[in-house]
T-cell receptor
Framework: DQQVKQNSPSLSVQEGRISILNCDYTNSMFDYFLWYKKYPAEGPTFLISISSIKDKNEDGRFTVFLNKSAKHLSLHIVPSQPGDSAVYFC?????????????WGLGTSLAVNP | IAGITQAPTSQILAAGRRMTLRCTQDMRHNAMYWYRQDLGLGLRLIHY???????GKGEVPDGYSVSRANTDDFPLTLASAVPSQTSVYFC???????????????FGSGTRLTVV
């Protein structure tokens, strides 16, 4: 059973608009969440993360929001650019120590149209 | 090299053959991981290593083995390849020491393996 769920396999957005990618999780013991971006024929690259002690983390055009009571997080990209077109993976970790195996969602493919 | 290097980039392998996928990092990260990515199944952890000399099983370890003789290298071996091992394989590393600092994983570019 998927502990980290990205229910939208794909999303299409116009350039300049906001992209909102969603992620739900089932394990209340997860204490750290990350978003990765993946282009075709490349490995995923780390984008932004958030600790469970926060409800928002911002880095330039990217903001991650965490709602612990709903076990939901979202990634906002504002404004969206064609270069943001990629697959976005949500990942979560139940550990704060050295054993940091991440649990991954299946990804959402974002297309930003010019 | 900077980051993680995986070799080969792609390979077509006959079923039953032995194959080692290579992974080298130059960041002195303590932890390393092997994932496979299959359509509709996301990234699944095969094996991991928290530090040189130790390894552990992920969620899909059967048919694979790893070793971690030193900090930099983490090879993945398929002892006798089967068609279900056709996949894209990603090696990753992280510096998990010192709390949440440097938490993100660094991934290699992947190895596309086709077992026929």
């Amino acid at each position: 059973d998927q502990q980290v769920k990205q229910n939208s396999p794909s999303l299409s957005v116009q350039e300049g608009r906001i992209s909102i990618l969603n992620c739900d999780y089932t394990n209340s013991m997860f204490d750290y969440f990350l978003w990765y971006k993946k282009y075709p024929a490349e490995g995923p690259t780390f984008l932004i993360s958030i600790s469970s002690i926060k409800d928002k983390n911002e880095d330039g055009r990217f903001t991650v929001f965490l709602n612990k009571s709903a076990k939901h997080l979202s990634l906002h990209i504002v404004p969206s650019q064609p270069g943001d077109s990629a697959v976005y993976f949500c990942a979560a970790s139940p550990d704060a120590g050295n054993n940091r195996k991440l649990i991954w969602g299946l990804g959402t493919s974002l297309a930003v149209n010019p | 090299i900077a980051g993680i290097t995986q070799a080969p980039t792609s390979q077509i392998l006959a079923a039953g053959r032995r194959m080692t996928l290579r992974c080298t990092q130059d960041m002195r990260h303590n932890a390393m991981y092997w994932y496979r990515q299959d359509l509709g199944l996301g990234l699944r952890l095969i094996h991991y290593s928290n530090t040189a000399g130790t390894t552990g099983k992920g969620e899909v370890p059967d048919g694979y083995s790893v070793s971690r003789a030193n900090t930099d290298d983490f090879p993945l071996t398929l002892a006798s390849a089967v068609p279900s091992q056709t996949s894209v394989y990603f090696c990753a590393s992280s510096d998990s020491r010192g709390g949440f600092r440097d938490y993100g994983y660094t991934f290699g570019s992947g190895t596309r393996l086709t077992v026929v």
